[in-house]
């Protein structure tokens, strides 16, 4: 968990990690790790500890004031050694920052949604980049004001 209250109260969907450190360098980057010692094998549904390797998942987060935050989430990799299926590895997923093949926390999603749905196009992007939010605006990075 969070080590301190008040940072669980401004990003609550880290409440199932372990911040390991903070660095300020030019926006705000969480490094994180979990505390879970098994994940479920979606296919057999058995607990697995044995760690096949370990990632780092670098999310986007909603900005604090309009400095950028990312989580640079530290993911193990199991292996599901069941006989009755052919081996498989498994990527721990934490409710609440992760989900498959997602770089944006849902807090980040819905905010970036209400720029698109009220402005769009490169308009939206300006504003998401002023906000401490970048996005690709029609494949590439919007840059000017």
């Known amino acids: 968990m969070c080590g301190s209250g008040g940072l669980v109260r401004l990003f609550p969907h880290l409440s199932g990690v372990v911040v390991e450190s903070i ?24 607990l697995r500890w044995r760690v096949h390797g370990r990632y780092e ?7 604090v004031g309009s ?12 292996k599901c050694l ?4 052919p081996p498989v590895t498994l990527a721990e997923q934490i409710p609440g920052p992760t989900s498959p093949h997602v770089r944006r926390p849902p ?14 196009g490169r308009a939206g992007g300006r504003l998401a980049r002023r906000m401490g939010m970048p996005v690709l605006v029609n494949g590439e990075s919007e840059t000017t004001d």
């Open 23 to 46: 660095a300020g360098r030019g926006g705000v980057t969480f490094r994180t790790g979990t505390r879970a010692d098994a994940v479920r094998c979606p296919r057999c549904k058995s």
């Open 57 to 63: 998942r670098r999310l986007a987060d909603a900005a």
């Open 107 to 120: 807090v980040l999603r819905q905010l970036l949604a209400r720029v698109a749905e009220a402005l769009a």
């Open 82 to 85: 069941n006989s009755g299926y």
């Open 67 to 78: 400095t950028p935050v990312v989580i640079r989430l530290v993911v193990r990799r199991f």
